[in-house]
Structures are given as C-alpha cells and as structure tokens.
C-alpha cells in the first residue's frame, strides 16, 4: 500500500510543470517560499549548501553571535516544503531554446532607518514615518530572519540596544595614530606637518 503511494506521488511529481531557481540568496528562498501551495516540482540550486544572512555577520565578527545563528542549511529551510528539493551545483548554462515563461516582478516596498526610533516606509500606496514605521522596519527584519531562534535572538538584541541607548553598528577605522606610527614618522612630527 505505502509503496503504490509513493509511486502515485513520483507519477504526479513528473506530470507537474518544474521551476529551478538559480541562487539560494533572499530572491531564491522567497520565490521557492512563494510557490510552497503552487502545483508545480521547485528546485532550488546554489553553489553553497547553505543560506547566509550577510546583514549580520559584523556580529559574528565581533563574537555578538555565532555562525549558526545567521547560516542554515538550505535542506533544512525547506524541509517541510514537500515540493522543493535543493541541490549543491553551479549552473554554467541555460538551453536558450526553451521557451521561458514571463516572469513578473512584485515590489514588497522600501524601508530606511533615520535614527533611533524613526524610519520611513512606502509599501506600495502606504507612506509613513516616524515610530510607526520604525517598528514597521524592525517587524520586517526579525520576519525575514531564518529560524525562530534568530528572530528571538536579534529582537532581543534590538530591544537591548533601545533601553541601553545603545549605537548602531559602526565603521571601524584604523587609529590615526597608529597609522602615523606605521608610515615611520613620529606622531608629533607629522602632526606639524598637517599644520603647517
């Protein structure tokens, strides 16, 4: 009996119309996410067996998180997705004589920081500031964030950062000092060159 079902669901996977999405970055798990109901065998190909959220990778510089916390298995994001299987390659073609089928863009919007506790969004006709959107762009954030843990993880961070008055994250650079140091002349020295 199971084994007719799988045969039935292999039969049905075959007659179903297949999208390969090249690229596992936010594009590619969106689209994959975005076809989870749809009928059709989704193949999601990346170079990387894994997904990396770049944005915060300066905290795992700084040892604030770890790379667990901002990487996951591209398998294991879609493992509840009965429709999607991910493979570990790098496309070096496109058979240009396939028709391809249109494809249609949808703009989900724009969402800036200002300052603390002030933003600007536009989704779509909306347009607001202030607080409201603010807290519109942090919701945005902490959905798009892969795994309940890391959500949890930066809406911490987020709300500790607000309560302490914290700074956002910041440019290193190097000490001028340190640079006047490194080219071999005295600080005062080149500091009466600036001068003068």
Known sequence: MQNDTRHSSRARAREQPRVVIVGAGFGGLEAAKALRHAPVQVTVIDRWNHHLFQPMLYQVATAGLSIEDISAPIRRIFHRQANTSALMAEVTGIDG???PQPFHYHDKGTLATI?????VVAIGPLRFTGFLAWLT???VHIFYLIGFRNRLLV???YAWAYVTFQPGARIILPDEHARREKDGMPVEHKRKEATS
């Open 155 to 157: 809406l911490i961070q």
């Open 115 to 119: 300052g603390r506790a002030f933003a």
């Open 137 to 139: 762009w942090i919701a």
């Open 97 to 99: 004589k396939a028709q």
